[in-house]
């Protein structure tokens, strides 16, 4: 028989580095824009970007490259962005890019990296016989990135890999979501390449001979050491997650019976307010997180061998009763705990 899921997926929202905002505001100030009334407007702070590794909700920064644009009537804002970027906007992954050894693996961790600029999409990297493709699958279109944004990423790409190929390094061909230009020449004249306009996902296609060209200034130690870095880092994402954190703490305590979210929040020093509204922010809230812990457990206690009883397990989960045990076990799985086979 098909086996209960003891869990949902969290929908996260989706984030974007700050440093990378930082960028589109160093852009704007340089042409003239009152870019603190559009970061107000976005409903973002400069207390947000203070640190270097904070992470922004998706929904805000896109609100802030659609005004943007509207500020500087300019709809090839994100081709020329990146000219205010720099090593260190991406932290060790622009270290990373840099030292690698081909364009082939700079494009590889990308790839493999790009939940460390944002999780907003899916990247992945084709490589075929002759050529590679790159291509980004956006997880939630509603919300962003904007196609400024996303047109901003593909020029950082290839401006960075010009600066250790050469200026005149260009791809076979790129995809954009983009229906319209009231000029296509600008992005022609970047790209240096054919351009699909209306496509279903961003790509970029480069000849793969080209790619697998060394280096001169690959170097794998600095890579692999750069690599390292950005592992840690998404770890330290994961685990920092409120969710996470909430999570547990409730492991440690149901045995004795869950509190209530205002006890928690204290534990995680914030209010009760704050709590909820970073719950909200990563896709849950202190009841999703509470059952989920229950129900996860629960698949844990009855998988075991010997099993215990429905009443110790009803205890271990902070139930006051078998019969609420039974009753929530089945409203999240769909059979009872007497029935469940892992």
């Excluded at 020449?185 to 001979?209: C, H, L, V």
Aim: hydrophobic residues 40%.
């Amino acid at each position: 028989m098909p086996q209960p899921q003891c869990s949902q997926d969290v929908e996260r929202q989706p984030t974007v580095l700050s440093s990378w905002i930082k960028v589109l505001l160093l852009a704007l100030r340089d042409h003239g824009c009152n870019a603190d009334l559009l970061l107000q407007e976005s409903g973002l702070d400069h207390e947000q970007l203070a640190d270097p590794d904070a992470r922004l909700p998706l929904a805000a920064t896109t609100r802030l490259w659609d005004l943007s644009v509207q500020a500087l009537e300019d709809e090839t804002l994100g081709l020329w962005v990146p000219c205010y970027s720099n090593q260190n906007t991406f932290h060790a992954l622009g270290y990373a890019f840099m030292a690698s050894s081909t364009l082939l693996e700079a494009l590889q961790r990308v790839a493999r990296f790009n939940a460390m600029v944002s999780d907003a999409a899916r990247v992945e990297l084709d490589v075929g016989e002759n050529s590679v493709v790159l291509s980004w699958d956006l997880w939630t279109p509603d919300l962003g990135p904007s196609q400024e944004a996303m047109e901003a990423i593909l020029s950082l790409i290839l401006r960075s890999s010009r600066k250790i190929r050469g200026k005149d390094f260009a791809p076979l061909k790129v995809s954009l979501l983009r229906k319209r230009c009231a000029d296509e020449t600008p992005f022609r004249e970047f790209f240096q390449a054919p351009i699909e306009f209306g496509a279903d996902r961003y790509r970029m296609e480069f000849d793969r001979a080209e790619l697998e060209q060394p280096l001169e200034w690959g170097n794998e130690s600095l890579a692999r050491s750069s690599d390292r870095v950005i592992e840690d880092y998404l770890k330290q994402l994961e685990m920092g997650s409120v969710a996470t954190r909430l999570r547990n703490l409730l492991v440690r305590d149901l045995p004795g019976g869950a509190l209530g979210h205002e006890h928690y929040a204290r534990e995680l020093g914030m209010s009760g307010r704050s709590l909820q509204r970073k719950l909200s922010a990563e896709g849950s809230s202190f009841n999703q997180i509470l059952n989920e812990t229950r129900c996860e457990l629960a698949c844990s206690y009855l998988g075991q061998t010997p099993r215990q009883s429905l009443t110790e397990i009803a205890f271990l989960l902070g139930f006051s009763d078998t019969s609420s045990f039974s009753r929530a076990f089945h409203r999240w799985t769909g059979v009872a705990p007497g029935a469940y086979a892992p």
